[in-house]
């Protein structure tokens, strides 16, 4: 059985690591705030080579405090990705903005001619989504932005350590936000979020937003809310962001193969990497018209598989209000068609080796 993630194996490789991690949290008290959390914030901004990082309840917490902090004009307008999880969208609602949806490009990340066609005097932002841990254009994106006068922030949640030309996302723009849940590719044994910027003043604010409007006990200069990463899930992280370099480069691995062993088999499609970028390979996603049928074949051969996401956000229910669902994208294409290969440290080649063998048996058996 190749499972599509296996947390219990990851926790092998590192138990005794971990477990003197949380038993030290639980033996100094430290639950809330104190030595883990703060040394995790300095190792996690160094390592998105970011000056500050604010650690938050989650990634979608972590999305709105940014909003909120930036001061965007109420109501304005906010383009995201026609495909992401819904965490994206849902913030930019949260925070009092309106969700302009824009489609991809065939790298599933925001298309630069369908973001410029949708700004309007009323949008104050675009959040890019660095999907499957793949950056997006951001060079390009932030070009449009700052030729209107807007902001650009990044949803890191499936991108830890991703890079574009050496830079790591998050910083590389206003500010860029992530989570901790655990299945991702750093991911803490719970919920969990942080905020990754350059700019002092906006991550004091988004500190304070965080944590009742205040910095030290009873001094709050405003209302805040309660959105705090805790020292538990910081000990843990501490922890797995020593391995997470080798994690990424055994996915990269994994990703190498595949894109090699799937290239010319059936009409599967695989979006390379542009060079000069780190993908983080979250995901590994392919494209069939006959996901159905391959991912059931897959599944009776002991190869799971997911599906991210299979509902453009547009066309989802909760998005009827916003009239987009009959717009031509290529998202929708996308949702209809997309697979996600398993992929992570828990898997070796031999792995990858023995799904790419069933994906050409299925396309045999098939023609
Ligand atoms: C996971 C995820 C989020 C939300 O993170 P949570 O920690 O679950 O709140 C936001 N955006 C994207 C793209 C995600 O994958």
Known sequence: ????????????????????AIAEVIANSAFIGGPAVKAFESEFAAYQHAKHCVGVANGTDAIEIVLEALDLPKGSEIIVPANSFIATSEAV???????????????????????????????SAILAVHLYGRPCKL????????????KVIEDCAQAHG????????????????????????????????????????????????????????????????????????AAILRVKLRHLDRWIAKRNE????????????????????????RHAYHLFVVQTEQREALGAFLRSNDVQTGIHYPIALPQLKAYAYAGQQHEPMRAVRNARRVLSLPIGEHMSV??????ADQITRFYRLSS
Request: a negative charge; aromatic letters at 8%.
């Open 254 to 277: 994994i990703a190498l193969f595949y894109s090699e062993a799937l290239c010319g088999i059936g009409d599967l499609v695989v979006s390379a990497p542009q060079p000069g970028m």
């Open 93 to 123: 609602t949260r925070s009092g903005h309106k969700v302009v949806f824009a489609d991809v490009g065939d790298d599933y990340t925001l298309d630069v001619d369908d973001v410029t066609r949708r700004i309007t005097p009323s949008t």
């Open 139 to 150: 060079e390009a994106l932030s070009r449009l932005a700052h030729a209107n006068g807007i």
């Open 1 to 20: 059985m190749i499972p599509f993630l296996d947390l219990n194996a990851q926790y092998r490789q590192i138990k005794s690591e971990v477990d003197a």
């Open 350 to 355: 031999a792995d990858a080796q023995e799904v």
């Open 162 to 233: 991703a890079e574009i030309g050496g830079h790591r996302v998050g910083a590389i723009t206003q500010a860029g936000s992530f989570s901790f849940y655990p299945g991702k590719n750093l991911g803490a044994y719970g919920d969990g979020g942080a905020i990754v910027t350059n700019d002092a003043e906006l991550a004091h604010r988004c500190r304070m937003i965080s944590n009742h409007g205040r910095l030290s006990k009873y001094d709050h200069e405003f209302e805040g809310r309660n959105s705090r990463l805790d020292g538990l899930q």
